[in-house]
């Protein structure tokens, strides 16, 4: 139980930075056009 909580926080983590970035480019793409 212990460690599929820590593989979500882990997953929960990674998908963060993804769509921080995902917004990053976003904003980039919508600034260039």
């Given at each position: 139980m212990l460690r599929?909580?820590?593989l979500?926080?882990?997953l929960?983590?990674?998908w963060e930075k993804i769509s921080k970035l995902l917004n990053?480019?976003?904003v980039f793409?919508?600034?260039t056009n």
């Open positions: 599929i909580s820590f979500g926080r882990h929960f983590n990674k990053k480019i976003k793409l919508l600034l």
